[in-house]
Protein backbone atom coordinates (compact mmCIF):
# COMPACT_ATOMS: atom_id res chain seq x y z
CA UNK A 1 0.00 0.00 0.00
CA UNK A 2 0.95 3.62 -0.85
CA UNK A 3 1.20 6.16 1.78
CA UNK A 4 -1.15 8.01 0.03
CA UNK A 5 -3.79 4.79 -0.31
CA UNK A 6 -3.22 4.64 3.73
CA UNK A 7 -4.00 7.81 4.32
CA UNK A 8 -7.07 7.60 2.33
CA UNK A 9 -7.97 4.38 3.96
CA UNK A 10 -7.43 6.39 7.07
CA UNK A 11 -9.43 9.57 6.46
CA UNK A 12 -12.74 6.98 5.75
CA UNK A 13 -12.06 5.28 8.83
CA UNK A 14 -12.37 8.47 11.09
CA UNK A 15 -15.20 9.79 8.53
CA UNK A 16 -16.88 6.21 9.69
CA UNK A 17 -16.19 6.92 13.20
CA UNK A 18 -17.42 9.79 13.16
CA UNK A 19 -20.97 8.97 11.62
CA UNK A 20 -20.99 6.00 14.03
CA UNK A 21 -20.90 8.20 17.19
CA UNK A 22 -22.92 10.49 15.97
CA UNK A 23 -25.45 8.22 15.66
CA UNK A 24 -24.81 6.69 18.84
CA UNK A 25 -24.89 10.05 20.57
CA UNK A 26 -28.21 10.55 18.60
CA UNK A 27 -30.00 7.85 20.62
CA UNK A 28 -28.17 8.01 23.38
CA UNK A 29 -29.05 11.51 23.60
CA UNK A 30 -33.15 10.36 22.91
CA UNK A 31 -32.83 7.76 25.56
CA UNK A 32 -31.50 9.69 28.15
CA UNK A 33 -34.46 12.41 27.52
CA UNK A 34 -36.87 9.52 28.48
CA UNK A 35 -34.88 8.73 31.93
CA UNK A 36 -36.01 10.27 34.97
CA UNK A 37 -33.43 12.54 35.83
CA UNK A 38 -32.24 15.07 38.22
CA UNK A 39 -31.97 18.69 37.07
CA UNK A 40 -28.16 18.42 37.37
CA UNK A 41 -28.31 15.74 34.96
CA UNK A 42 -30.66 17.31 32.38
CA UNK A 43 -28.84 20.33 32.61
CA UNK A 44 -25.21 18.25 31.89
CA UNK A 45 -27.12 16.34 28.03
CA UNK A 46 -30.13 18.18 27.21
CA UNK A 47 -29.84 20.91 24.65
CA UNK A 48 -31.23 24.15 27.19
CA UNK A 49 -33.74 26.75 24.86
CA UNK A 50 -30.79 29.51 24.26
CA UNK A 51 -32.76 32.22 25.95
CA UNK A 52 -33.51 30.81 28.70
CA UNK A 53 -29.53 29.23 28.86
CA UNK A 54 -28.59 33.29 27.84
CA UNK A 55 -30.63 34.06 31.14
CA UNK A 56 -29.36 31.95 33.51
CA UNK A 57 -25.69 33.49 32.56
CA UNK A 58 -27.21 37.01 33.18
CA UNK A 59 -28.65 35.73 36.30
CA UNK A 60 -24.95 34.97 37.42
CA UNK A 61 -23.50 37.64 36.07
CA UNK A 62 -25.51 40.20 37.55
CA UNK A 63 -24.96 38.65 41.47
CA UNK A 64 -29.26 38.42 41.08
CA UNK A 65 -27.79 34.62 42.64
CA UNK A 66 -26.17 36.40 45.74
CA UNK A 67 -29.36 38.13 46.97
CA UNK A 68 -31.92 35.92 45.33
CA UNK A 69 -30.01 32.30 46.00
CA UNK A 70 -28.60 29.92 43.52
CA UNK A 71 -31.56 29.62 40.52
CA UNK A 72 -33.33 32.01 42.51
CA UNK A 73 -34.31 29.69 44.84
CA UNK A 74 -33.72 32.22 48.17
CA UNK A 75 -32.15 31.27 51.91
CA UNK A 76 -29.99 33.87 52.06
CA UNK A 77 -31.85 36.73 53.48
CA UNK A 78 -35.51 36.67 54.74
CA UNK A 79 -35.60 40.32 53.49
CA UNK A 80 -35.15 38.79 49.78
CA UNK A 81 -37.83 36.36 48.11
CA UNK A 82 -37.54 33.06 47.16
CA UNK A 83 -38.03 33.82 42.78
CA UNK A 84 -39.43 30.23 41.92
CA UNK A 85 -42.08 30.25 44.12
CA UNK A 86 -42.86 33.89 43.95
CA UNK A 87 -41.94 35.33 40.22
CA UNK A 88 -42.69 32.40 37.36
CA UNK A 89 -46.37 33.59 37.49
CA UNK A 90 -45.86 37.51 37.04
CA UNK A 91 -46.23 38.39 33.66
CA UNK A 92 -43.29 39.61 31.35
CA UNK A 93 -44.37 43.32 31.84
CA UNK A 94 -44.53 42.96 35.35
CA UNK A 95 -41.12 41.76 35.68
CA UNK A 96 -39.62 43.81 33.17
CA UNK A 97 -40.35 47.14 35.05
CA UNK A 98 -39.51 45.13 38.56
CA UNK A 99 -35.98 44.66 36.94
CA UNK A 100 -35.82 48.04 35.19
CA UNK A 101 -37.22 50.19 38.09
CA UNK A 102 -36.35 47.86 41.47
CA UNK A 103 -38.58 47.16 43.99
CA UNK A 104 -39.09 47.70 47.47
CA UNK A 105 -38.21 50.46 50.40
CA UNK A 106 -34.59 51.65 48.86
CA UNK A 107 -34.25 54.65 51.89
CA UNK A 108 -33.94 52.35 54.58
CA UNK A 109 -30.17 51.40 55.06
CA UNK A 110 -30.09 48.37 56.95
CA UNK A 111 -32.33 46.31 54.63
CA UNK A 112 -31.40 45.18 51.03
CA UNK A 113 -34.09 46.23 48.40
CA UNK A 114 -34.10 45.20 44.82
CA UNK A 115 -31.67 47.51 42.82
CA UNK A 116 -32.73 49.63 39.45
CA UNK A 117 -31.06 48.23 36.71
CA UNK A 118 -32.76 49.63 33.80
CA UNK A 119 -29.20 51.87 33.17
CA UNK A 120 -26.99 48.93 33.55
CA UNK A 121 -28.48 45.60 32.06
CA UNK A 122 -30.01 45.85 28.29
CA UNK A 123 -33.20 45.25 27.14
CA UNK A 124 -32.33 42.38 25.62
CA UNK A 125 -30.65 40.77 28.95
CA UNK A 126 -33.59 41.29 30.51
CA UNK A 127 -35.95 39.47 27.96
CA UNK A 128 -33.39 36.79 28.68
CA UNK A 129 -33.97 36.91 32.38
CA UNK A 130 -37.72 36.90 32.23
CA UNK A 131 -37.47 33.53 29.88
CA UNK A 132 -35.46 32.40 32.61
CA UNK A 133 -37.49 33.35 35.49
CA UNK A 134 -40.50 32.24 32.96
CA UNK A 135 -38.77 28.77 32.71
CA UNK A 136 -39.15 28.29 36.11
CA UNK A 137 -34.72 29.39 37.06
CA UNK A 138 -33.82 25.49 36.07
CA UNK A 139 -29.69 24.57 36.76
CA UNK A 140 -28.05 25.72 33.45
CA UNK A 141 -24.60 24.01 32.83
CA UNK A 142 -21.48 26.62 34.14
CA UNK A 143 -24.34 29.25 34.63
CA UNK A 144 -22.61 29.40 38.26
CA UNK A 145 -20.89 32.14 40.23
CA UNK A 146 -16.96 31.78 40.15
CA UNK A 147 -15.41 30.13 43.32
CA UNK A 148 -14.10 32.23 45.72
CA UNK A 149 -10.15 31.51 46.99
CA UNK A 150 -9.51 31.00 50.13
CA UNK A 151 -6.19 30.72 51.71
CA UNK A 152 -4.53 33.46 49.30
CA UNK A 153 -5.58 36.62 51.44
CA UNK A 154 -8.19 38.97 51.90
CA UNK A 155 -7.36 40.89 48.41
CA UNK A 156 -7.41 37.75 46.35
CA UNK A 157 -10.61 36.87 47.42
CA UNK A 158 -12.25 40.27 47.17
CA UNK A 159 -10.81 40.36 43.35
CA UNK A 160 -12.82 37.48 42.97
CA UNK A 161 -16.14 39.18 45.40
CA UNK A 162 -15.66 42.16 42.96
CA UNK A 163 -17.24 39.73 40.47
CA UNK A 164 -19.30 37.67 42.12
CA UNK A 165 -21.17 40.26 43.70
CA UNK A 166 -21.51 42.10 40.20
CA UNK A 167 -19.78 45.26 41.53
CA UNK A 168 -17.63 44.95 38.10
CA UNK A 169 -21.07 45.11 35.92
CA UNK A 170 -21.90 49.22 37.45
CA UNK A 171 -17.98 50.25 38.63
CA UNK A 172 -16.10 48.75 35.45
CA UNK A 173 -13.13 46.91 35.64
CA UNK A 174 -10.58 47.73 38.30
CA UNK A 175 -13.05 50.01 39.32
CA UNK A 176 -12.12 52.43 35.96
CA UNK A 177 -15.88 53.11 35.69
CA UNK A 178 -17.50 54.04 32.70
CA UNK A 179 -20.92 53.14 33.31
CA UNK A 180 -23.72 55.32 32.09
CA UNK A 181 -26.38 56.57 34.54
CA UNK A 182 -27.73 59.17 32.54
CA UNK A 183 -30.39 60.91 35.52
CA UNK A 184 -27.77 61.04 38.18
CA UNK A 185 -26.38 64.54 38.71
CA UNK A 186 -22.76 63.25 37.03
CA UNK A 187 -24.28 61.07 34.99
CA UNK A 188 -22.23 57.93 35.44
CA UNK A 189 -21.75 55.27 37.99
CA UNK A 190 -18.95 56.49 39.86
CA UNK A 191 -15.20 55.24 39.79
CA UNK A 192 -13.67 53.36 42.63
CA UNK A 193 -10.23 54.45 41.98
CA UNK A 194 -7.79 57.26 41.93
CA UNK A 195 -7.74 60.49 44.05
CA UNK A 196 -10.74 61.83 44.47
CA UNK A 197 -12.18 58.51 45.60
CA UNK A 198 -9.63 57.79 48.11
CA UNK A 199 -9.78 61.31 49.21
CA UNK A 200 -13.36 60.95 49.93
CA UNK A 201 -13.25 57.38 51.07
CA UNK A 202 -10.40 57.65 53.47
CA UNK A 203 -10.72 54.79 55.45
CA UNK A 204 -11.19 51.31 55.45
CA UNK A 205 -14.51 52.02 57.64
CA UNK A 206 -15.95 54.46 55.57
CA UNK A 207 -15.89 52.14 52.12
CA UNK A 208 -16.98 49.42 54.39
CA UNK A 209 -19.96 51.49 55.27
CA UNK A 210 -20.77 52.69 51.92
CA UNK A 211 -21.09 49.07 50.45
CA UNK A 212 -23.33 47.87 53.89
CA UNK A 213 -25.40 50.40 53.44
CA UNK A 214 -25.67 51.72 49.97
CA UNK A 215 -26.70 55.37 48.84
CA UNK A 216 -29.77 56.63 47.66
CA UNK A 217 -28.89 59.13 44.61
CA UNK A 218 -32.49 59.69 43.40
CA UNK A 219 -35.60 57.64 42.59
CA UNK A 220 -35.49 55.50 39.48
CA UNK A 221 -34.84 54.86 36.85
CA UNK A 222 -31.66 56.78 38.56
CA UNK A 223 -29.28 53.60 39.98
CA UNK A 224 -28.64 54.14 43.56
CA UNK A 225 -25.74 51.55 45.09
CA UNK A 226 -27.51 48.69 46.29
CA UNK A 227 -27.54 47.80 50.35
CA UNK A 228 -25.45 44.75 50.46
CA UNK A 229 -25.92 44.87 54.54
CA UNK A 230 -27.21 41.06 55.57
CA UNK A 231 -26.15 40.03 52.02
CA UNK A 232 -22.48 40.15 52.19
CA UNK A 233 -20.79 38.89 54.98
CA UNK A 234 -18.58 41.15 57.35
CA UNK A 235 -15.62 39.08 56.24
CA UNK A 236 -16.48 39.30 52.63
CA UNK A 237 -17.10 43.22 53.21
CA UNK A 238 -13.24 43.24 54.16
CA UNK A 239 -11.98 41.36 51.39
CA UNK A 240 -13.28 43.57 48.80
CA UNK A 241 -12.18 46.76 50.68
CA UNK A 242 -8.94 44.91 50.82
CA UNK A 243 -8.94 44.69 47.16
CA UNK A 244 -10.24 48.15 46.60
CA UNK A 245 -7.04 49.30 48.79
CA UNK A 246 -5.15 47.64 45.45
CA UNK A 247 -6.89 49.99 42.97
CA UNK A 248 -4.95 52.92 41.25
C1 LIG B 1 -28.96 43.54 46.55
C2 LIG B 1 -29.87 42.42 46.54
C3 LIG B 1 -30.62 42.11 45.26
C4 LIG B 1 -30.11 41.86 44.02
C5 LIG B 1 -28.66 41.92 43.58
C6 LIG B 1 -31.23 41.50 43.18
N1 LIG B 1 -32.39 41.55 43.90
FE1 LIG B 1 -34.26 41.12 43.18
N2 LIG B 1 -35.06 41.66 44.99
C7 LIG B 1 -34.35 42.03 46.11
C8 LIG B 1 -35.28 42.35 47.20
C9 LIG B 1 -34.90 42.79 48.59
C10 LIG B 1 -36.57 42.14 46.67
C11 LIG B 1 -37.90 42.34 47.41
C12 LIG B 1 -38.40 43.74 47.25
C13 LIG B 1 -39.68 43.96 47.99
O1 LIG B 1 -40.70 43.35 47.62
O2 LIG B 1 -39.68 44.73 48.95
C14 LIG B 1 -36.40 41.70 45.29
C15 LIG B 1 -37.46 41.40 44.43
C16 LIG B 1 -37.31 40.88 43.15
C17 LIG B 1 -38.41 40.47 42.30
C18 LIG B 1 -39.89 40.50 42.67
C19 LIG B 1 -40.28 39.18 43.26
C20 LIG B 1 -41.70 39.17 43.77
O3 LIG B 1 -42.24 38.08 43.88
O4 LIG B 1 -42.24 40.25 44.07
C21 LIG B 1 -37.86 40.02 41.13
C22 LIG B 1 -38.61 39.47 39.92
C23 LIG B 1 -36.43 40.16 41.25
N3 LIG B 1 -36.13 40.69 42.49
C24 LIG B 1 -35.52 39.79 40.27
C25 LIG B 1 -34.15 40.05 40.33
C26 LIG B 1 -33.23 39.86 39.23
C27 LIG B 1 -33.62 39.31 37.87
C28 LIG B 1 -32.00 40.26 39.66
C29 LIG B 1 -30.72 40.37 38.89
C30 LIG B 1 -30.76 41.23 37.72
C31 LIG B 1 -32.16 40.68 41.05
N4 LIG B 1 -33.47 40.54 41.41
C32 LIG B 1 -31.12 41.15 41.86
C33 LIG B 1 -32.97 42.11 46.22
C34 LIG B 1 -32.07 41.93 45.18
C1 LIG C 1 -26.55 48.57 40.28
C2 LIG C 1 -25.27 49.22 40.19
C3 LIG C 1 -24.29 49.05 41.32
C4 LIG C 1 -23.77 47.88 41.83
C5 LIG C 1 -24.09 46.47 41.41
C6 LIG C 1 -22.79 48.27 42.81
N1 LIG C 1 -22.74 49.62 42.93
FE1 LIG C 1 -21.51 50.66 44.15
N2 LIG C 1 -22.43 52.39 43.59
C7 LIG C 1 -23.41 52.51 42.62
C8 LIG C 1 -23.80 53.92 42.51
C9 LIG C 1 -24.84 54.47 41.56
C10 LIG C 1 -23.03 54.63 43.45
C11 LIG C 1 -23.06 56.13 43.73
C12 LIG C 1 -23.93 56.44 44.90
C13 LIG C 1 -23.90 57.92 45.25
O1 LIG C 1 -23.34 58.70 44.51
O2 LIG C 1 -24.42 58.25 46.32
C14 LIG C 1 -22.17 53.65 44.09
C15 LIG C 1 -21.24 53.95 45.09
C16 LIG C 1 -20.29 53.07 45.59
C17 LIG C 1 -19.22 53.42 46.48
C18 LIG C 1 -18.92 54.84 46.97
C19 LIG C 1 -18.21 55.60 45.88
C20 LIG C 1 -18.67 57.00 45.65
O3 LIG C 1 -17.91 57.78 45.06
O4 LIG C 1 -19.82 57.33 46.04
C21 LIG C 1 -18.50 52.28 46.75
C22 LIG C 1 -17.26 52.15 47.62
C23 LIG C 1 -19.15 51.20 46.03
N3 LIG C 1 -20.23 51.71 45.33
C24 LIG C 1 -18.73 49.88 46.06
C25 LIG C 1 -19.43 48.84 45.45
C26 LIG C 1 -19.11 47.45 45.63
C27 LIG C 1 -17.92 46.92 46.42
C28 LIG C 1 -20.04 46.73 44.93
C29 LIG C 1 -20.20 45.23 44.86
C30 LIG C 1 -20.43 44.57 46.14
C31 LIG C 1 -20.95 47.69 44.31
N4 LIG C 1 -20.54 48.95 44.66
C32 LIG C 1 -22.01 47.35 43.51
C33 LIG C 1 -23.94 51.49 41.88
C34 LIG C 1 -23.66 50.13 42.04
Known sequence: MTADAASALAVMLAVGLAIAAAFGGYFFGRDSKHAKATPATVAATATVNPEVAAGAHVFVQFAC??????????????????????????????????IDHGLGESKNPTKPYMPVWGAVISNQQVTELVAYIHAGLPVVATATPP?????????????????????????????????????????????????????QFNT?????????????????????????????????????????????
Open 147 to 199: QVPTGQGLAVAGSVLYVRDGCINCHGPNGLGGVPNPLSADKTIPVLSGLDFRH
Open 204 to 248: EAKIEAVIRSGSVIGKAPIVSMPHWGGIISRHDLQALVAYLDTLK
Open 65 to 98: SQCHGPQGRGGISPDVPDLARSATTLSATTLRSI
